[in-house]
């Protein structure tokens, strides 16, 4: 037990009695029970630190503010881990409460382990410099790991953990048997799964990792991960080790990557381990034999669509019988069995002519979903008239099939589903990029239509919907998407490239590219001077790209999509001839970020409306950027910018006259809000959220005398809004929800004079408001929690029209383990 060490010290007894509350109460209750195991696993990685302060403390002789300080935490945990004990199933309003509080401490342990700890030891480095070192190492661990999930230095969670199976399954339950035996036999090291793409393979191994003898045999060794197409163990073991909450090494080669791993493993303990690796293309077989060879320890479960002879051990899944295929397809066609007016035999036709597959039956039959039966009769008729996709014949009638769903769709919505394929293979697509794309391409408004368009799409089967955090400002009536995903089935997207490339070249609407090493395709490498006219042109590239860019003229390109993985990336020249070029979305998928060469290119673009970058690192704004007099919005996703805005002058307060919107998320390495961007008048809406490192906002915020929108969610070291806020005349929605160090509001918050909604959730640092909010007389909805509520209850007699919405948060965790 992690509270052995305990003895006479204050510090280690407080915490071994926290630890033992910890223990005693998860078995006394469900209610919180992934909570407080959540808690008890941070609580064992802190051990070690612990025990050392304690040394350190008989090193020095002498007590220190800090230990008290942290004794007090875990006092003041304790009592929150007894409360919980007392909290009944039937309690709606404490059960959120608490487990909310849970959370915040917990994040409290890990914030407290990265800045006091380091601090307290560092002053006394000249004597124990040895101690220094070793505990240094252990914190940066510890600071890594957040309970359930584990996540990177943004804040995303990069988890291997083994995925929910979602939705309504049928017919697996003896595949999953039979690959089980197989797992846990000791023959063959290596498992596989083969079947056409939409057999289920990816729930079936997500099934067997959940069973209940497989997770007694592999304990937490159980690892889930997508493979990439182009093979590289390196990226996996990246990921692995990250998922451990180790450091990852910057690894040379997969031999270097296999090396570290053993090393690895033999730290985390003595149980064997199973890797998940699916949908795993051709090309991977050495590379596994090769991991298998030197870690006989590790069990390999592969899914893939292709068969591989060299591994024995190949379990080929079949398609559904007649009876599931019929359970399956009915449910997603008649949820409330109401089928009345579909005659059996056209339900019959349908269901034999999907075939077996589970995504075509599920894709199929949300498409007639409330169909009268003329629709029926009429998708049979295109069935029987319909000609074979691809070539493969494994694929040939699912693809058939499938077509049929998507040409049901209007046209508008058609058009956005193929603009989907602009995206890599197994990556969420974020919400806000394809928003960014089709404000660009038809012109929609972002925050209905083209939202609309992702839930009638999900609706049909067509896409995935993942949305990490519902975000409140979306119940205060204004849309934020920064947290909604799209997904999308590999099969689905090889059938939106399909279509695109029906065309030939020289007549796509939709120009999609995936480069592997330097390989162009052989038509741009002739085209020459050619012209070619998409609309929409995505190029995507791996990490072995050089920098090579043949020539290509594109003069009606309006959306650019580049998917990189390189770390030094630099933009194509053919660029500055892209005259009709609206939209630019840059995105890194790389393990590291990626600095991006050739900015100033960007200023030969003047008709550009939108551009985003995520995961990159950009060392400078160049003036020809401050040029674009086009330029409406400009994101920046995780993303290193801190050196290039300290760079940044903007003198002439119309340059770029018609920027409206500014997004920065995740950006980590943000301590003050950029003076420069106080001088853009013309912006509207700016939203700084997540930077978890943003401290102070410049007092020139006041020239904003435009803004009407600001988001400053979850900056938790943001101290302070500037006291120069009150200039904001017409500033109708605040949000600084989860801002956890602030413990103030401005004295001139009652200037603001035009603000109507705040959304200020989490701000547990406020213990007073200013009482100049009683000049806030068009404020209509304060959306915060059960605390800050009590606030501005004193002052609901001044201001006649405000309503108060105490905020329940779902804290359900589980999106953390979705694909």
């Known amino acids: 037990m992690a509270a052995a060490f305990v003895g006479g ?50 090193v020095l002789d002498r007590p220190n503010i800090e230990t008290e300080m942290f004794t007090d935490k875990l006092k003041e945990g304790k009592r929150l881990v007894l409360k919980c004990a007392g909290v009944r199933w039937w309690n709606l309003y ?10 915040a401490f917990d994040n409290s342990l890990v914030r407290f382990f990265q800045i006091d700890v380091t601090a307290q030891i560092s002053r006394d480095s000249k004597k124990i410099l040895e101690a220094v070192n070793r505990i240094d190492g252990k914190v940066e661990r510890v600071g ?26 049928v017919g697996l339950e003896e595949p999953v048997r039979e690959v089980k035996v197989m797992v846990v036999s000791g023959g063959e090291q290596v498992v596989m799964v083969s079947a056409p793409g939409g057999c289920g393979k990816t729930t079936l191994a997500k099934m067997v990792c959940h069973d209940e003898e497989i997770r007694g045999m592999f304990k937490e060794n159980i690892f889930f991960v997508t493979a990439p197409k182009v093979p590289s163990l390196k990226v996996v073991i990246e990921n692995l080790f990250e998922h451990r909450g180790f450091r990852v090494p910057e690894f040379q080669t997969d031999e270097e990557a296999i090396y570290q791993l053993e090393r690895m493993l033999k730290q985390i303990g003595p149980n064997p381990l199973l890797l998940v690796l699916d949908d795993v293309w051709s090309g991977w077989e050495s ?26 051990s190949t379990y080929r899944l079949k398609l559904l019988s007649d009876e599931d295929a019929m359970a399956l397809f009915c449910h997603s066609a008649f949820p409330q069995d109401g089928r009345s007016s579909v005659p059996d035999d056209l339900v019959h036709k349908i269901v034999r002519d999907c075939g077996g597959f589970p995504l075509a039956l599920e894709v199929v039959g949300r498409s007639l979903r409330g169909q009268p039966k003329e629709i029926w009769k009429r998708t049979l008729k295109q069935w029987s008239e319909g000609k074979s996709i691809f070539s493969s014949d494994s694929n040939k009638e699912i693809l058939i099939r499938l077509l049929s769903s998507v040409n049901s769709l209007d046209e508008m919505y058609k058009e956005c589903y193929l603009d989907l394929a602009s995206f890599p293979e197994d990556q969420r697509i974020p919400a806000t990029a394809l928003i960014d794309m089709w404000v660009g391409l038809y012109n929609l408004d972002e925050d209905g239509d083209a939202i609309a368009i992702l839930h009638e799409l999900s609706e049909r089967s067509l896409i995935g919907k993942v949305v990490t955090r519902k975000d409140a400002s979306e119940i205060s009536g204004y849309a934020y998407y920064n947290e909604h995903f799209a997904t999308q089935h590999d099969l689905l997207r090889e059938l939106a490239i399909h279509q695109c490339n029906q065309e030939l070249i020289e007549k796509r609407k939709r120009l999609i590219i995936e480069i592997e090493g330097n390989d162009f395709p052989r038509w741009w490498i002739e085209q020459g001077q050619h012209s070619i006219c998409p609309h929409l042109v995505s190029i995507s590239t791996d990490e072995r790209f050089s920098t090579n860019w043949p020539d290509m003229h594109l003069p009606e390109a309006e959306v650019l999509v580049l998917n990189i993985q390189t770390r030094n990336y630099t933009l194509p020249q053919f660029m500055e001839k892209m005259d009709q070029l609206m939209v630019l979305i840059i995105t890194n998928y790389g393990f590291s970020s990626s600095e991006i060469q050739n900015i100033p290119l960007l200023g030969y673009l003047s008709t550009l409306k939108r551009i985003r970058f995520e995961h990159v690192f950009i060392s400078s704004i160049s003036d020809s950027i401050l040029k674009l007099r086009n330029l409406q919005k400009i994101s920046f996703i995780m993303c290193e910018i801190s050196e ?16 409206s919107e500014i997004v920065i998320d995740y950006c980590n390495d943000l301590v003050e809000f950029p003076a420069c961007l106080c001088e853009i008048r013309s912006l509207k809406e700016l939203s700084i959220t997540n930077c978890h490192e943003l401290v102070t906002i410049a007092g020139e915020f006041e020239k904003l005398e435009n803004l009407k929108v600001l988001r400053l969610h979850a900056c938790t070291k943001l101290l302070e809004l500037p006291e120069t806020i009150g200039s904001l005349k017409k500033l109708d929605f605040l949000d600084i929800s989860d801002c956890v160090g602030m413990s103030k509001l401005p004295g001139q918050m009652g200037d603001l004079c035009g603000l109507r909604k705040i959304h200020m959730t989490g701000c547990r640092g406020l213990s007073e408001l200013p009482l100049s909010v009683k000049g806030l007389e068009k404020l209509k909805s304060v959306t915060c929690d059960e605390e800050t509520a009590c ?6 007699d001044y201001l006649d029209d405000l309503e108060i919405h105490v905020h329940k948060e779902d804290v359900n965790l589980d999106w953390l383990h979705d694909n």
Request: charged share 25%; net charge positive.
């Open 9 to 58: 010290a204050l510090l280690g007894a407080v915490f071994g009695e926290l630890l033992k509350a910890v223990e005693e109460v998860t078995t006394k209750t469900v209610e919180f029970k992934p909570l407080l195991n959540r808690l008890k696993s941070t609580l064992n990685q802190i051990t070690p630190i612990i025990e050392d302060i304690e040394k350190l403390n008989r």
């Open 94 to 103: 404490a059960k959120p409460l608490h487990a909310k509080r849970l959370i």
């Open 287 to 312: 590379l596994i034999e090769d991991l298998t060879t030197q870690i006989p320890e590790i069990k390999i479960l592969v899914t893939s669509r292709f068969v591989f002879p060299r591994f024995e």
């Open 644 to 659: 290039a805005f300290r760079k940044c002058t903007i003198q002439i307060p119309d340059m770029l006259p018609y920027l």
């Open 144 to 169: 890594t790991m957040v309970g359930g999930g584990v996540c990177d230095n943004n804040g995303f969670v990069r988890c291997c953990s083994v995925p929910r199976v979602r939705g309504f399954v």
């Open 791 to 796: 606030l501005w209850q004193d002052y609901e």
